[in-house]
């Protein structure tokens, strides 16, 4: 009975749905949903820290951010940040959001992760310019690569965007806006570290 209990209430498996410039996308179902949970994950050269920087200056977001237009930080300490965003979205209303992100960091194991959710009564009142996304949940987790000399980075991110986009939509369009968002925050890595958080393998 136990093992069927278990069985009945774990997770559905990850599919895989692309394998293109070295990142890797995967998607699952979300029960009473008809959106995709999507992950992405890569590998670096660059040591976790240095990946971590990056993600963690999200002022410096709409410098390099694929589609983000604007972003408010309405509050930060040293472990959560509040931001208020908005996102171009072709051929269709561009979205507003809300995020509470809060980091996790052990060094010693080199392991560092994000956690967000969509908080919107922490930020401004929808307006009429944007549609406001309802859902948004997910972590970035970068961690030491087997080999120890560069990164294996994962995204995780569950996305309702409101609105009328039929699902497929939706599901497409994420599916390739992972891939591009993890692919933008390692370029902006590796341009802007200096050589103390590089591998020793890139030396």
Same mark, same amino acid.
């Given at each position: 009975?136990?093992? @069927? ?12 749905? &692309? $394998? ?5 996308? +995967? ?5 009473? /949903?008809?959106?995709? +949970? ?16 990056? @993600? ?6 709409? +410098?390099? !951010?694929?589609?983000?237009?604007? @972003?408010? !930080?309405? &509050?930060? =300490? $040293? =472990?959560?940040? !509040?931001?208020? +965003? ?19 960091? =052990? ?14 009564? %922490? ?49 497409? %369009?994420?599916?390739?806006? !992972?891939? %591009? @968002? ?16 590089? &591998?020793?393998? /890139?030396?």
């Amino acid at each position: 009975m136990a093992l @069927l209990v278990a069985g009945a209430t774990a997770a559905p498996e990850w599919e895989k749905v &692309s $394998d293109k410039g070295g990142v890797v996308v +995967e998607r699952r179902p979300v029960p009473g /949903s008809s959106i995709y +949970e999507v992950r992405a994950t890569a590998q670096s050269s660059l040591l976790p820290a240095a990946i971590f920087e990056t @993600l963690w200056k999200h002022r410096e977001y709409p +410098e390099f !951010v694929p589609h983000l237009k604007r @972003l408010d !930080v309405l &509050s930060e =300490d $040293d =472990d959560e940040h !509040v931001t208020y +965003e908005q996102v171009t979205v072709p051929l269709l209303t561009d979205r507003d959001y809300v995020v509470r992100l809060r980091k996790h960091v =052990d060094p010693g194991a080199q392991r560092y992760e994000i956690q967000f959710n969509s908080t919107n009564d %922490a930020g401004p009142p929808p307006d009429r310019q944007h549609v406001r996304v309802q859902r948004i949940k997910g972590s970035w987790l970068v961690v030491p690569s087997v080999d120890g000399k560069g990164s294996i980075v994962r995204y995780d991110v569950l996305t309702e965007p409101g609105g009328s986009i039929p699902a497929w939509i939706t599901n497409r %369009a994420q599916r390739e806006a !992972v891939a %591009a @968002l993890v692919h933008a925050v390692l370029k902006r890595a590796q341009d802007s570290i200096g050589p103390e958080l590089r &591998s020793s393998s /890139s030396r």
